[in-house]
């Protein structure tokens, strides 16, 4: 069913995928109220760029940021930044925000993305980092500043072996764990996999496939000094990078009637 020109648009998401909606709304006609939802206290920005320039330092803060300021203000939207939703009522057309404000949308656009698996019994280990957000990167350049800190990345995907190799760059000695038997297998494919392993090797980034993770463990003030591996190996590290893939945010949408 489309929507009238004049109808409320609620937004929840306000990466890349929320602005594009917010952009099309507008490039579509649509006049109405335009409201974005975001649980990031900053304007639409790049992820990518977080594991690679951003992450080495050589990108700042105004070359990862979509849009802001004049650019944000001509789609004539409210956006509302910092701010969580956490409950939905289909049949009620509404929207509860975690500052307890209930929104009245005719049509909604769900782009609330996703989050960063974590290991059971790392949470609140000091140095132990995922990466998905602009303080997640941030916290994790604060981690990794000093050349010659030792990092164990776990899990060779796509974030795991950029922040490897963006790190090596600057200096870290740089450990890959990986439990399959070569980088990015499943994505790109064994041969493409092992020639990703062979470049990881070549630029002197440790990488051990084929191994699980077993714990990570902690010193006396409960920072983390090393990885041990299913096969009773410990590998030191001041600093972890979790990078064990992403599960949907729509946890919030339990009992809003939608099918998940």
């Known amino acids: 069913m489309s929507l009238e020109p004049d109808a409320t648009v609620v937004v929840v998401g306000a990466g890349l995928a929320g602005l594009r909606a917010a952009e099309n709304l507008r490039a579509d006609g649509h006049r109405g109220p335009l409201t974005v939802v975001g649980e990031e206290p900053h304007p639409p920005y790049d992820r990518p760029p977080l594991s690679k ?123 890959v764990v990986e439990a399959l038997p070569v980088p990015l297998g499943r994505a790109l494919g064994e041969e493409m996999g092992e020639a990703c392993a062979a470049l990881h090797r070549a630029n002197g980034v440790d990488l051990r496939t084929g191994v699980s993770v077993a714990a990570v463990r902690t010193d006396a003030q409960g920072a983390c000094s090393g990885v041990e591996l299913a096969d009773g190996t410990v590998v030191p590290a001041d600093v972890v990078l979790v990078g064990v893939g992403v599960s949907p945010t729509t946890d919030w949408l339990e009992g809003s009637g939608l099918e998940l």
């Open 53 to 175: 320039q951003f992450l080495a330092g050589t990108w700042g803060l105004e070359r990862v940021v979509l849009r802001e300021g004049p650019k944000l203000e001509a789609l004539g939207a409210s956006w509302l930044l910092g701010r969580r939703a956490v409950s939905l009522d289909v049949e009620g057309h509404s929207l509860v925000l975690d500052d307890g404000r209930s929104l009245f949308f005719d049509g909604l656009v769900l782009a609330s993305g996703s989050h960063p698996r974590v290991l059971a019994g790392t949470e609140g280990i000091a140095g132990v980092h995922v990466l998905r957000t602009l303080e997640d990167c941030l916290g994790l350049a604060r981690g990794t500043g000093e050349p010659g800190r030792r990092l164990v990345v776990i899990g060779a995907g796509f974030i795991g072996s950029e922040v490897a190799s963006t790190c090596h760059g600057r200096g870290l000695e740089v450990t």
